[in-house]
């Protein structure tokens, strides 16, 4: 006899600015929760998933076809090449021909990369459609699926076209993580670090107890960091949806990070650069007199433990210091970063001096 699954954990995200609430789950063999999320009001479903989930893909389409809907699964390409307004185009094209009705549902399944896209599509298909949200690698549970932030690059710079688009749910199982390579799933660790750093330092201290068994999806922390990171996720998520304020905080590291995503072509994983990211912040933060020594410093070893980057090429400052001036968060030309007053006391750093900018770049500089 087998044993029955644990209970999954549920995370509410509270509703807000007219959206509804919705749960995330957290545990193991989580695809029977999906028809009750899509529900009985659907009559087809669209599956949307990367190439290197192709027989996931199928597994689920073919389950909801046997369900009763009329199920289609649309591949995208792997990672950050789906994130392009071409391949927006191509679903619009395949829900067209599909003949998807307002009450029709879409199913991202794959990384932080596919969540967003399917969000994105989800967002403008017939001006919003539900859609459930399936992450498959850390950096997708903890944070790209939660939320609703969705979108697309442009040559211009990352995320510059999406909407605010919350799922119906999402379901994280953990059992996903098992096939994720190395290197996807340390990027996850970044910002599973980064909620450490602004709102819960114990995901720091269980880090830092073991960083090599934090590498592994055996850990022994690995449901408890996922989960703590939903929450911190969850909860200013929910008080906060289109970023008015608090939210901002979840872009700690994010202004170098999409610029180097920029720069290298998004060649470099979004965790990667959101760790050379969060120690140029911290950097600022120390040599603007805010942040302590102390927790400056714990920024590289906990990142470094972990196997992360914590530096950048140093002849390429011109450029990443011009497409920060295009981050989310400058307003006309007053640059804006988040950088710690402690620590998990996050605040903003308004247009600081650029001699400041440049001595924080010095200490991130290979
Ligand atoms: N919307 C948000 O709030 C938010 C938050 C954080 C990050 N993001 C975005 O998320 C993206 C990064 O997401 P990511 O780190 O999940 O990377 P990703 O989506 O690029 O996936 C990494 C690679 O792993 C593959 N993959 C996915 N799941 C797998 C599995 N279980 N087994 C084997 N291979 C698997 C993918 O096909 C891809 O090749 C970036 O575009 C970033 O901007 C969005
Ligand atoms: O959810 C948020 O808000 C975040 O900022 C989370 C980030 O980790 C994420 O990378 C997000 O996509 C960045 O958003 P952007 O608005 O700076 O593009
Ligand atoms: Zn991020």
Known sequence: MSTPEPTPTRITVAGSEGTDPYDVLVGRALLGELPA????????????HPEALASTGEVLRQDLADQGYEAIAIQLPNGEEAKTAEVAAYCWKALGQTGFTRTDVIVGVGGGATTDVAGFVAASWLRGVRWVAVPTTVLGMVDAAVGGKTGINTAEGKNLVGAFHPPAGVLCDLAALESLPVHDYVSGLAEIIKAGFIADPVILDLIEADPQAARTPAGPATAELVERAIRVKAEVVSGDLKESGRREILNYGHTLAHAIEKNERYNWRHGAAVAVGMVFAAELGRIAGR?????????????????????????????????????KKTRGDLLRFIVLDGLAKPAVLEGPDPAMLLAAHAEIAA
């Open 37 to 48: 999320l899509i529900g009985r009001s659907a009559k087809r479903v669209a599956v949307l």
């Open 291 to 327: 942040l302590d020594d102390a927790t400056a410093d714990r920024h590289r070893a906990v990142l470094e433990a972990v196997g992360l980057p914590v530096t950048y090429r140093g002849d390429q400052w011109p450029k990443l210091l011009q497409t920060m001036r295009v981050d």
